[in-house]
């Protein structure tokens, strides 16, 4: 876990040097070393750094842009993992809509943020909204993935199939991420 830490800081420095602090490249690469602060427990390191990298996203890329809507998610999914549920609500419920009316109600990144918003609705005790958003993420799944699709990513093919798609699936039992 410390060699990630320490090659993501690497590639930070690297990027900013090579392409200064405003370059694409480099917000991802802050993005992504907050992701790994993220995943290596350092919620509040996280959070810091997606604080500091969206404002430069929104101006760099814009409001609309992928990444920018990416990272707001982030910074959500970061607040709930640091027990601030009611700011990750707050920021789930905003991109939301941005991310159904840029990429479309039923794009797989738009499913993600709908139910991690549910899941956060239910961790503050919002359980009717929450099934609500659940039901929407289930309806919104089976009309996105047929059920040939959704029959043949079962066991070891889900791996394969996220491979293939290049994106993570969502089974009726719920998003599987893929490990690439």
């Known amino acids: ?22 370059h694409p490249d480099t917000l991802t690469t802050r993005n992504n070393l907050a992701g790994a602060y ?9 959070i810091a750094l997606y604080e500091q990298v969206l404002p430069d996203y929104e101006r760099i890329l814009g409001p609309d842009h992928s990444d920018t809507l990416t ?10 993992a640091g027990d601030r ?19 479309g109600p039923d794009h797989p990144d738009t499913l993600n943020t709908r139910n991690n918003l549910a899941g956060a609705y239910q ?3 919002r ?12 309806s ?24 293939l798609l290049s994106v993570p699936i969502l089974l009726r039992s719920g998003w599987v991420g893929c490990s690439w």
């Open 1 to 22: 876990m410390h060699r990630r830490r320490r090659q993501a800081r690497t590639r930070r420095r690297l990027a900013t040097r090579l392409h200064g602090p405003d």
């Open 38 to 46: 993220r995943a290596a427990g350092r919620t509040t390191e996280a």
């Open 71 to 80: 990272t707001r998610n982030n910074l959500a999914d970061a607040y709930q």
């Open 85 to 103: 549920t009611s700011e990750a609500i707050t920021r789930y419920e905003a991109v939301l809509p941005d991310r159904e009316r840029i990429l």
């Open 123 to 125: 961790t503050a005790g």
């Open 127 to 138: 359980t009717t909204e929450a099934i609500a958003l659940y039901e929407q993420v289930l």
């Open 140 to 163: 919104s799944s089976d009309s996105v993935l047929s059920p040939d699709l959704s029959a043949a990513f079962q066991g070891d093919d889900v791996e394969l199939g996220c491979r």
